[in-house]
């Protein structure tokens, strides 16, 4: 599978911004619709760290503590592809940004991750 992310830039603190990510070349027999998808990232000198996740269908998912309340992850099957919605983003988001997509369509705890995409990078300014 290959994720191919987008949408990464500067914003200022408080703003908004929308990463997407839009996934293709699945294996015989598979879908978008056969992966949970998600979002990670990694700042500087830190461990990669979990954003978002969705399962299959779009009727649940789950955020990390860090920006509960802030992000939200949605997916459009219809076009292949998993959006991460950023609002009143702060300093400490800025980081390199990952797709991710799990072969379990109901991914556990904060996923884990089959297939990576190449990260795009969100520069947060105070």
């Known amino acids: 599978v290959q994720l191919q992310a987008s949408g990464g830039g500067l914003v200022q603190a408080g703003g908004s911004l929308r990463l997407s990510c839009t996934a293709s070349r699945f294996p015989s027999g598979f879908s978008f619709s056969s992966y949970s998808m998600g979002w990670f990232r990694q700042a500087p000198g830190k461990e990669r760290e979990f954003v978002a996740a969705v399962i299959w269908s779009g009727t649940r998912s789950s955020t990390g503590d860090s920006v509960k309340g802030r992000f939200s992850i949605s997916r459009d099957n219809a076009k292949d592809t998993v959006f991460l919605q950023m609002n009143n983003p702060k300093p400490e988001d800025t980081a390199v940004y990952y797709c991710?997509?799990?072969?379990?369509?109901?991914?556990?705890?904060?996923?884990?991750?089959?297939?990576w995409g190449q990260g795009t990078l969100v520069t947060v300014s105070s």
């Open positions: 991710a997509a799990d072969r379990n369509p109901y991914y556990e705890g904060t996923m884990s991750p089959t297939y």
